[in-house]
């Protein structure tokens, strides 16, 4: 089998006359997780729901484990684990029996059933609640739950629709752990808002607006391509003026320039320093300030990070 | 079939979960006992032509409840897309919910069984219709359940999906009862589409093919058009 695990080309699809998705191609290989970014409604959700089979698209077509989803939609639904947007699960049923229920709908029987179910249950911690009703748990809970059932066949490809939406940070974080886990071994689409997220679970990012395709490309390499590092310096005032200030630090490494920062506070004088390179000049920055008799009271890195990357996409994507 | 099988089983045993399977289960029971032992004395003879008289109109009304969920709340929760996206087919889906259904329907069926046996313990009872009647109330039934589940399939509220199988299973029991009113070549039509023309000569102990179509009939139907309905959705 080829390392290409979901191919889709030109997927389509309209809502009447709105056109939810137009155009996506992408492809994802073994072992990649990949964030799905986007602003509500931008098509990420429609692009998972394709890629399961649960809708088909207008136009286009996509390939999940080397089946299409026209041709063969049982084979694309077996090598997926699918968890849908908030987690739907049948709330009056226990965690363990559901668990069965899906394990069997998966072709899972006897004592193959049995391996399946304790795996997810030790993967996932659901130990200690197999017993209560999904009803009774707690978010975070019902979210194991959700990725256990996923799991419970051990499908090559898994496809989470905003797995940690609704979480708090602890649940969040744990989950956002497990998946980092699960990604071990198989091929994972997430869907999120959460920037942060994608910049420490994922190794590609798509960026989705208006149903477009904007971005394809590392975290990192997205962080690059926006725009240079930034270092704030913040300094106490004493009797140093914003001039002298200046003429520090612009002969620190190869900066580039130093502005001063608008509204500097009773005391402290905020510069920012823009070097000509990708270059960290924190380190140089501090020995001028020491030799320079400066004293300093902060000193930050600031990269264009992914969020502002996102909105320049997914704002001027219309234009 | 396995798929059949598994999803039906989940659904059985979800209603046991909840209280829709006993609400209808007690509400059925006392309904039944009431008319039938009300007059069971009047009429001081040992039948249970009484008893699938009442209960072929009780479960035109009871039933609806039962299916009214199957589908709709599925899709208000968004669980049919968990459902739909492991590896069954929408026909595969239909028909194990139909089987799910059923399953309880055949329970409430069974809890009937005491009636025609205390009746027998009373006098001389002919079971030959008694058992064609139940036969009768199970394809009845089959039909009535079709229909709640095709009327389940059209929305994702539960209360239009009662209502609306309601008013198709009360419309097919009641059209042998309307014909007074029509002219009549329509008439034998209408009587001919009627539930309950096709149940009452079960219940006189007469197995007749075309009975048994009619009910065949109907519940394909119906289980056909809630497929449609179901697989619609994916080229909304």
């Known amino acids: 089998m080829s390392d290409v695990m979901i191919e889709a080309r030109d997927l389509t699809k309209h809502y009447g006359t709105v056109a939810a998705l137009q155009n996506a191609t992408f492809r994802v290989n073994r072992g990649e997780v990949v964030g799905f970014l986007g602003p509500n409604g931008a098509g990420k959700t429609t692009t998972m729901k394709i890629l399961t089979c649960f809708i088909a698209p207008s136009g286009g077509t996509a390939r999940v484990a080397g089946a299409d989803i026209f041709e063969d939609p049982i084979a694309v639904r077996r090598a997926i684990g699918y968890l849908p947007e908030n987690t739907p699960l049948y709330t009056e049923m226990l965690v363990l029996e559901y668990l069965e229920f899906a394990g069997k709908m998966r072709g899972l029987r006897g004592s193959e059933l049995q391996a399946g179910l304790r795996k997810v249950v030790e993967e996932t911690s659901l130990g200690d609640v197999v017993g209560k009703s999904i009803g009774e748990l707690s978010k975070g809970f019902r979210q194991r739950v959700g990725l256990a059932q996923a799991l419970i066949h051990e499908p090559p490809v898994l496809i989470l629709d905003e797995p940690m939406s609704g979480l708090d940070p602890n649940q969040a974080a744990e989950i956002r752990e497990l998946i980092r886990e699960i990604g071990r071994e198989r091929t994972v689409i997430l869907s999120t808002h959460n920037l942060a997220e994608v910049q420490v679970t994922c190794s590609r990012v798509l960026i989705i607006s208006e149903g477009r395709l904007v971005a394809d490309d590392t975290p990192d390499d997205l962080a690059a391509r926006a725009g240079k590092p930034r270092f704030v310096v913040t300094l106490r005032k004493d009797d140093h003026s914003a001039a002298d200030v200046r003429a520090v630090f612009s002969s620190v490494g190869n900066a580039q320039t130093v502005t001063e920062v608008a509204a500097s506070s009773a005391g402290e004088l905020i510069v920012e320093v823009v070097p000509k390179g990708n270059d960290d000049l924190r380190a140089d920055i501090f020995r001028a300030a020491v030799s320079a008799d400066l004293v300093l009271l902060g000193l930050e890195q600031r990269g264009e990070n992914l969020e502002d990357i996102f909105r320049q996409l997914t704002t001027k994507a219309g234009a | ?236």
């Open chain 2, 1 to 236: 079939m396995r798929n059949i099988l598994t999803i039906g089983g989940r659904q059985f045993r979800s209603y046991f979960n909840g209280p829709v399977a006993y609400i209808v289960i007690c509400i059925v029971m006392l309904t039944l006992g009431f008319f039938f032992w009300k007059t069971f004395f009047l009429f001081g003879r040992a039948s249970a032509r009484e008893m699938f008289r009442w209960l072929s109109l009780i479960l035109v009304f009871a039933l609806p409840a039962l299916t009214m969920g199957l589908l709709a709340e599925e899709k208000r929760t968004g669980t049919i897309e968990l459902l739909i996206t492991m590896p069954v087919t929408e026909a595969q889906v239909i028909v194990g919910k139909f089987f799910g259904v059923l399953g309880l329907y055949s329970i409430l069926l069974v809890l009937t069984v005491p009636y025609p046996i205390s009746v027998s313990t009373l006098g001389d009872l002919d079971w030959g219709p008694v058992w064609s009647g139940y036969l009768g109330l199970f394809l009845q039934g089959s039909a009535v359940l079709a229909l709640g589940l095709m009327a389940s399939s059209w929305t994702s509220n539960q209360l239009i999906a009662l209502f609306v199988a309601l008013t198709l299973s009360v419309f097919f029991w009641v059209l042998d009862k309307l014909l007074a009113l029509l002219p009549s070549g329509a008439a034998s039509a209408l009587e001919w589409m009627s539930f309950d023309y096709h149940f009452q000569s079960m219940a006189r102990g007469v197995i007749d093919l075309r009975d048994l179509l009619f009910f065949f009939s109907v519940t394909l139907f119906a289980l056909a058009v809630a497929f449609r309905a179901l697989e619609s959705r994916r080229w909304s």
